[in-house]
C-alpha cells in the first residue's frame, strides 16, 4: 500500500475518530543568540530566538508532536529550553531542565525536543539554566483541541498575553550578584514586559499620574511599542496570559471589563468571575471578557506588581475598541490594583479557582506526605533558600541519566527529610539560620499518590515571609487546600478534595502552608521549585524522580556530559 | 626495590644529571569564577581563579610536570585554559584551547591540564574561548632552568609583570557588539592594569600632567593599588614581562634606567640595550636593568600605548630605591612613548630583537611556503577579519579529535588558499570586501618545515592597515624578517637565517609583511591567530595540523562534546 493511500486511509479515519490519527508532526528549527533589543525603549542584550524577542509564539493541536531543532548561537554558554506546562509523559529526557532531564546543550550544538503536547491549553517556554530566563529566553506555547474538540466555552477571538519582567543589569551580572558575600539581591525590575514590550521613563497614561513621568511619545514601530488589542463591539474574547517573570507577581484588569476565568495551567476551570486577577510567575490562565463597554471608547489593560512593595510602574496595552481610533488613548485612569500586601484579597482569589465540573478527580488518600519547609538561609556568609534545611546545588550529571544508570557518584544520595523539627517555629527568624547544601532528591515509589504540604515561613529578617509560586514538572497536581500558619493534622480537614483545581504551580502566602497531591505516574526525574528565578538560582528547590527504571532508552545527546558522558564514551553500560 | 630506594637512587642520580630525573610534579587545584573586582578602582566582574585576580602565578621548573586541576565554577559558561608559550610535547589535548584542542569544560566539571614545561622562561595562561581573556581570565606562568642549571645572564632579583587592558563593558556585552550588524567596536580600553592594577579616572602622577586628571589618592590596600617595585642600589634585577592585553600594543619603559632585552617568549636574546619597548599581546619578555640611578629618588616604570591612536592612560608603577620611603613620589616626569603611529621606531625595535648566539638555527630552506593575507571583510553586513578571504569560524568538535579520529563531517575540509591573487593590492580596500567562512585549516605534512608569510593590507577603510600580533600554538617558530609592501620573491633575500629570534609570536606592521619558519614536528591541531581577542572573536586565524595520526589516546574528557563525543558514546571507533 503506497504512503499516498495510507495518508488517505488516516484522514478518512480521522473524520470519523476525530482527527487522533491524523495528530501533525510540528517542526522547528530554532537558533538561541544574545542580541540587540529595547524591551522597555532602552536598548540591552537580550537572548533571542530567530533573531525575536520574546521567542516565536507555538501554535499546535492537543495530540501533535513537536520538533524543535534548537541551535545553540551563544558564544561560551551552555542552554536548554523547559516547555513550561508539558508533561513529557515518555520523553522526560525533553523536559528541558539543565542538571536535572537533560545535560545543556553546549554551544554550536543542536538537540532535537521531540514531545508530544496532549492537552489543549495556555503554555509557555523558557530558558532553565542560569539565569537565562531573566536575560529574556521564553516565549508562548498555545495547545488548540484537537479538530473536532470543542472547548468548554465560547469565544469570538482570542489574544495571547505573555507577562514577564526586565532588569536593565545584564543576567550575567546579577547572577554573580546573587552568589556573592554577601548576597546582593537583584532588587525590583526596571519594567513589566507585555509580550516583550514595556516602557521605561515614560507612561501611556501619565496624564492621569500624580508621579512626574512623562507621557511616552512613540510612533508604535518601536519595539517597546505597546500592542493594541482591536476588538469589536459584543463580542466575547478569549484573553490567553502567561507569567514567565523572575520575580513580580502580578495582578492584571481591563478598565470597565470583567473577566472570567476558564482555564489556568491547561486545565479547565468553573468559570469565576473577576474584576482583576492575580498571576504569579509560572501561573497560566485563560479569561474571557465581553466587549459590553461603550464602543466609543478604548480601555486599559494593565498590569501591576504584587505581593512585594512594588518600585515598577504597571505596565499598560489598550484594548481598541474598532472603529474607534487606536491613538484614542482611554479617558479614564488606568485600573489600580489591591494593595501589594493585601494577602487576604490574595489568598481569597486563589482559593476561589476550582476545577471545571466533571475533571479529574484526585485520589481520596496519599500514600506518602511530604512536607517542605521553606526557609531562607546563610551557608558559610552566602544568602541561600533551603528547603527543609537542604539548599539545592545541582549536579555536573543530570539526575535523569545518573539516576537511570545507576551512577552513585552523580550525587550525594542522602535522603532528604520529609519534614521539619516539631520546635520549628515559621513565625519567627531561626534561632538557627545555618543550613547545608545537598541534591534534595526524593525518590518516589511509582504510581503511588504523594501529597507535599509546601510551609511557609519567616525570612532570614524578622516580620518577612514572602510569596513563592512552586511549579512542578511532568505533572499537574491538585491544589487541595491553603491554610495560615503551621500546617498540623488538624489541617487536613480543610482539603477540597470535590473540585480542587489542577494546575502545575501553586503558590504559598506568607506564613502560610499550601496543600498539593499528585500521582507520581510519570518515570523520570523532575523539578519541583520555587518559580522566582533568584530563588531556584539560591537553592529554593527539590527534585522528584518516579519509576527511572522505566524510562526507556534517553538519548545519547541528552547525556553527553559529565559521568554519563564518562560512562557512555568508556562503554562500561551497553 | 622500595619506592624509597629509587627516590634515592634517583637523588643521587639527579645530582649527576642537573637533577634532570627529579623533575617535579606540581599540583594545583583551581576554580574558576566570576567575582566583583576592582582592578581600575571602579567595581566591576572579573574572571577570577580561587578568588584572585589576576589567577595565580605558577613557578616551576625546566622539565617539570603540571597537574592543574581546573574546575569550573561559572553557573552557564563553558571554560579553558591556555599555556601561552609552552608547546604541549606529546600533549596537544592540554593545550587549552576550546574547538581546537578540546572541548570547553562544563559547568561543575573538572579537567586535569596535566603538560611539562620543558623549557626555562617567562609565559603566561589565559582563558581561549569567547572573550574570557578580556574578562579576565589570565596569570602568569614562570619557568625557571632547572636546579644546576644557569641562566645565560646574571641577576640579583627578580620581578614579574603582566600587562593587560580593562573595559568597563562587560566582555558579554562586548562579544555581542562585535558579532552585531553593523558591528560595534569595542574602542579602546579605559584603562591598562599591570598585575591586574590600574587606576581610572585619577593619576598617579597628576602633578606632571597637562590634563585635569586627578591625583590619585591609594592608601595601598585596595585592589588597584599599584604594585611597588623595592630595589636595593647597583643591582641587577631581571623584570619578567607578558602581554595578555585583548587589544593594546605597549610600551614599556623605567625613568633614567636603560633595559637589556635578554629573553623573549622563553628564548634567549642577544643581549640588546634599550631605553623603552615595545610589547605587543601575546609576547613574554625578561630584560635587566642596573639600579645605577640616584638611591634618594624613586623612579617611574610606564606602560603606554602604541600602533593604535591612544585614548588609555599610561599605566604607572614605582621603582622604589630602598631606604628611600616608596611614598616619595619621582620627581621627574613619567617616560614619553614614542608617538603610537610612529611604526619606523616599532619595526626598528623589532627587527633588532635577535637570538643569542649559540641558539637553535633555522633549517636553510624550507618544504612549503604558506602565504596569509590578513583582511578586514565583510560577510553579509558583518564585519569580519578573513585569512586569504576565509573568516574563521571554530565548530562544536575539537579539531584535534575530529582529525584523529577521521570524523569528516565535523568540520568543512575545504583546503584554504595558500596564497591570495596576483593582482591583490595590499596598499588600497579591496574592490571585493565580501568573504567567506570557513574552517582554516591548514594539514602539514609532519616534521616539514613551513614557511608562513603574513601579508598585511588594507582594513575596510582607506588608509587603514592595522598591527595583529600572531601567535601559534605548540611551536617556537624563527622571525626571518619583516619586510614593507606586499612580499615576493625578492623579498626572501632579505630573511636573516643567521641569528633569527625564536618566538611563539610576532607582529605585522601596518601594510608589511612578517616571515615565520617553523618545523612542524609536534603531532596535534594548533591554532595560528591574531592574539588581539577581538580579531580572533571576527574570525582572523587559522589552524595547522601535522602529524595527527601520531597523537595518542586522547582523553576522553578532552572529547567530551559534539561529534567526538556522539562516536564514543555510539561506541563507533574503539
Not at 529526557?93 to 550544538?109: F, H, K, L, R, V
Not at 482570542?158 to 532588569?167: R, T
Request: proline residues 6%.
Amino acid at each position: 500500500m503506497g504512503s499516498a493511500r495510507v495518508f488517505l486511509l488516516c484522514c478518512i479515519l480521522a473524520i470519523f475518530f476525530h482527527s487522533v490519527l491524523c495528530a501533525k508532526s510540528r517542526h522547528f528549527k530554532w537558533e538561541v543568540e544574545y542580541m540587540h533589543w529595547a524591551p522597555d525603549c532602552v536598548e540591552a542584550v537580550v537572548m533571542g530566538i530567530n533573531g525575536q524577542f520574546p521567542g516565536p509564539t507555538i501554535r499546535a493541536r492537543a495530540g501533535d508532536t513537536l520538533h524543535i531543532e534548537l541551535t545553540n548561537k551563544l558564544p561560551t554558554e551552555g542552554v536548554v529550553i523547559h516547555w513550561h506546562g508539558i508533561r513529557q509523559f515518555g520523553t522526560p529526557w525533553a523536559d528541558g531542565t539543565a542538571s536535572i532531564s537533560q545535560c545543556a546543550i553546549n554551544p554550536g550544538e543542536t538537540f532535537v525536543y521531540r514531545f508530544k503536547v496532549d492537552k489543549a491549553g495556555t503554555y509557555f517556554y523558557h530558558g532553565h539554566y542560569g539565569m537565562q530566563r531573566l536575560a529574556g529566553l521564553y516565549g508562548s506555547l498555545i495547545v488548540e483541541v484537537t479538530d473536532g474538540e470543542k472547548e468548554p466555552f465560547h469565544y469570538d477571538g482570542e489574544f495571547n498575553l505573555l507577562l514577564s519582567d526586565w532588569w536593565h543589569k545584564g543576567s550575567h551580572e546579577q547572577e554573580v550578584d546573587l552568589s556573592s558575600n554577601p548576597m546582593r539581591w537583584i532588587g525590583e525590575p526596571q519594567t513589566l514586559l507585555i509580550n516583550g514590550r514595556g516602557q521605561f521613563n515614560c507612561s501611556l497614561a501619565a496624564l492621569f499620574s500624580n508621579s512626574s513621568s512623562s507621557q511616552c511619545n512613540l510612533r508604535g514601530s518601536e519595539q517597546c511599542a505597546p500592542n493594541i488589542l482591536h476588538v469589536l463591539p459584543n463580542k466575547t474574547y478569549r484573553l490567553r496570559i502567561a507569567s514567565s517573570t523572575a520575580l513580580a507577581s502580578l495582578n492584571l484588569a481591563i478598565g470597565n471589563h470583567k473577566m472570567t476565568l476558564v482555564e489556568a495551567d491547561g486545565n479547565y476551570l468553573e468559570p469565576y468571575s473577576v474584576s482583576n486577577m492575580d498571576i504569579y510567575s509560572g501561573e497560566t490562565y485563560s479569561v474571557l471578557f465581553t466587549t459590553d463597554q461603550e464602543g466609543s471608547k478604548n480601555y486599559w489593560i494593565s498590569v501591576s506588581v504584587r505581593g512585594r512593595e512594588p518600585n515598577t510602574p504597571q505596565a499598560l496595552i489598550i484594548l481598541n475598541y474598532i472603529p474607534t481610533s487606536a491613538s484614542n488613548l482611554p479617558n479614564l485612569p488606568p485600573p489600580v490594583a489591591p494593595l501589594w500586601n493585601d494577602y487576604n484579597y490574595s489568598r481569597s482569589f486563589s482559593s476561589k479557582i476550582l476545577a471545571l465540573r466533571g475533571s479529574p478527580k484526585p485520589p481520596k488518600k496519599h500514600d506518602r506526605r511530604i512536607i517542605l519547609l521553606n526557609t531562607q538561609n546563610l551557608i558559610d556568609g552566602y544568602t541561600k533558600w533551603a528547603i527543609n534545611n537542604v539548599s539545592l546545588v545541582l549536579p555536573a550529571t543530570p539526575y535523569l541519566g545518573s539516576i537511570r544508570y545507576g551512577l552513585n557518584n552523580a550525587f550525594d544520595h542522602k535522603r532528604p527529610p520529609e519534614n521539619f523539627g516539631l520546635n520549628y517555629d515559621v513565625s519567627k527568624p531561626a534561632p538557627n539560620q545555618n543550613s547545608t547544601y545537598g541534591s534534595g532528591v526524593y525518590m518516589l515509589n511509582f504510581n503511588t499518590t504523594i501529597d507535599v504540604i509546601l510551609q511557609n515561613a519567616n525570612a532570614l529578617r524578622a516580620n518577612v515571609s514572602e510569596i513563592h509560586p512552586w511549579h512542578l514538572h511532568g505533572h499537574d497536581f491538585w491544589v487541595l487546600g491553603y491554610g495560615e500558619g503551621r500546617f498540623n493534622e488538624k489541617s487536613e480537614t480543610q482539603f477540597n478534595l470535590k473540585n480542587p483545581p489542577l494546575r502545575n504551580t501553586a503558590v504559598i502566602f506568607p506564613y502560610g502552608w499550601t496543600a498539593l497531591r499528585f500521582v507520581a505516574d510519570n518515570p523520570g526525574a523532575w523539578a519541583f521549585h520555587c518559580h522566582i528565578e533568584p530563588h531556584l538560582h539560591m537553592g529554593m528547590g527539590v527534585v522528584f524522580a518516579e519509576g527511572v527504571q522505566h524510562v526507556k532508552k534517553i538519548p545519547n545527546e541528552a547525556l553527553a556530559c559529565g559521568l554519563t558522558a564518562k560512562m557512555l564514551m568508556n562503554n562500561v553500560h551497553k
